[in-house]
Nanobody, 120 residues
Framework: QVQLVESGGGSVQPGGSLRLSCAAS????????MGWYRQAPGKERELVAV???????NYADSVRGRFTIARDNAKNTVDLQMNSLKPDDTAVYYC??????????????WGQGTLVTVSS
C-alpha cells in the first residue's frame, strides 16, 4: 500500500506564507496526479491545486496567483507554497495522490491532513 505524510502546517498572520510538503511512500509503481485539498469548518472539501505527472498544474480561482504547487518525482513529494495568506485560507489541508501500485492497481490515497490557521 501507499502512505502520504504531510508537514508544514501551522499558524501565520494574514499576508504571511507557509510551505506544505507531502511525501509518498510504499508500493509505488507510478505517481499520476497529485494535489492538495482543503476543508474549512462547516464547509465542503475543495480542490486547491493539482499537478499531473507531466508537470502541468491547475488551481482554484481563490488561490491562483498566491499558491504554487510543485512536485519532485525523484523524491515522490509534492509541495504547496502558500503566499499572501488570508483568513479564508484557514482549513485542514489534505494531500491526495492518484497512484499505480507495484501490483498494477490504481489507488487513491489521502494524507491525514495538516492544519493551517491564518489569523491576527
Amino acid at each position: 500500500q501507499v502512505q502520504l505524510v504531510e508537514s508544514g502546517g501551522g499558524s501565520v498572520q494574514p499576508g504571511g506564507s507557509l510551505r506544505l510538503s507531502c511525501a509518498a511512500s510504499g508500493n509505488i509503481f507510478r505517481l499520476n496526479a497529485m494535489g492538495w485539498y482543503r476543508q474549512a469548518p462547516g464547509k465542503e472539501r475543495e480542490l486547491v491545486a493539482v499537478s499531473t505527472s507531466g508537470s502541468s498544474s491547475n488551481y482554484a480561482d481563490s488561490v491562483r496567483g498566491r499558491f504554487t504547487i510543485a512536485r519532485d518525482n525523484a523524491k515522490n513529494t509534492v509541495d504547496l507554497q502558500m503566499n499572501s495568506l488570508k483568513p479564508d485560507d484557514t482549513a485542514v489541508y489534505y494531500c491526495h495522490a492518484d497512484i499505480l501500485t507495484t501490483g498494477l492497481r490504481r489507488l487513491e490515497v489521502w494524507g491525514q491532513g495538516t492544519l493551517v490557521t491564518v489569523s491576527s
